[in-house]
């Protein structure tokens, strides 16, 4: 089905040229699933665009809603940029989505205490929460909920998880996993991480933990009935966003480690195999059909 978004977004017709239709909003039936994305990545284009392509594999018509800060100027967007293609965030504003998602930023080695936009994040988590949103948070959105509910604190690591990392699932029943293979792969790109050990104060207090590698930790963690989804991955990543950040972190003397799984032969000149495209068109397949349109029904 198609999703619905600004025609005049770059990604349309980037996403165009891959064979990939994004519908402008005027054509959105009454019935389409309203999502919203608070874009907190610095690339915003190349996020929007990674978002629009994963949705586009649902079942559902579905409205993507780009959100902004408040209290945050982006430094690598423009202000005119932001204010054709965003809505700023209001207090009001939960009730009018039926999922949301929240992605990363680069703040790893901030304390989340000392994010310049901290109050204002954790007001928008507890509002979705008291709306009942299905909300989904990923990479350091994922460390800051987490954080803000349960106050369980992120691992810095010396060196970047970077590749893309086999997982498993975790028991049985979830509706987020139906359908995924016994091993599926996600690529991971952060210097924090979470153990299982980590998460046991959240679990006590109904989290649940879906999916982890031993070598990158959780990757996956659920609560009240997957309203809240826990994501530490970027299963959304077109083929070349790591080699893009491995190359970008290579110029800046950062001396990266070569991301694990991902280049044929280990070889960045080789260029990246894919094993995850199949694995995030069901994850956002199942997070739209299986929790997000149910969810608006018990609304």
């Not at 039936?29 to 284009?45: I, S, T, Y």
Request: some cysteine; hydrophobic content about 40%.
């Amino acid at each position: 089905m198609p999703v619905y978004a600004d025609p005049t977004l770059p990604a349309v017709s980037d996403l165009a040229a891959e064979g990939v239709e994004i519908l402008p909003l005027s054509d959105a039936p009454a019935d389409a699933l309203r999502v919203g994305l608070l874009n907190l990545m610095p690339l915003k284009e190349m996020a929007e665009t990674d978002m629009l392509r994963v949705l586009s594999s649902t079942q559902l018509p579905v409205v993507l809603t780009l959100v902004s800060l408040r209290t945050h100027v982006p430094r690598h967007t423009s202000p005119d940029y932001m204010a054709a293609h965003y809505e700023p965030w209001r207090d009001d504003m939960a009730r009018g989505f039926d999922g949301f998602i929240v992605n990363g930023a680069p703040l790893e080695r901030v304390a989340f205490a000392d994010v310049s936009y901290w109050p204002e994040i954790c007001g928008i988590f507890d509002s979705l929460r008291s709306a009942s949103v299905p909300s989904l948070f990923i990479c350091w959105a994922a460390f800051a909920a987490m954080y803000h509910h349960y106050g369980i604190d992120k691992r810095l690591l010396d060196r970047k998880i970077s590749g893309v990392y086999p997982h498993g699932v975790i028991g049985s029943g979830n509706r987020l996993t139906e359908g995924f293979d016994d091993e599926f792969y996600v690529p991971n790109s952060r210097f924090i991480t979470w153990l299982r050990s980590d998460l046991d104060p959240a679990v006590e207090r109904g989290v649940r933990i879906i999916s982890e590698n031993p070598d990158s930790g959780v990757y996956m963690a659920s609560a009240f009935d997957d309203r809240e989804i826990y994501i530490t991955g970027h299963s959304e990543y077109a083929p070349m966003t790591l080699d893009f950040e491995y190359r970008r972190d290579t110029e800046r003397g950062m001396n990266p480690s070569v991301p694990v799984n991902y280049y044929r032969d280990d070889s960045p000149e080789a260029g990246p195999v894919v094993r995850w495209r199949a694995h995030s068109r069901l994850l956002f397949a199942n997070w739209i059909g299986r929790v997000v349109a149910p969810g608006r029904a018990r609304r």
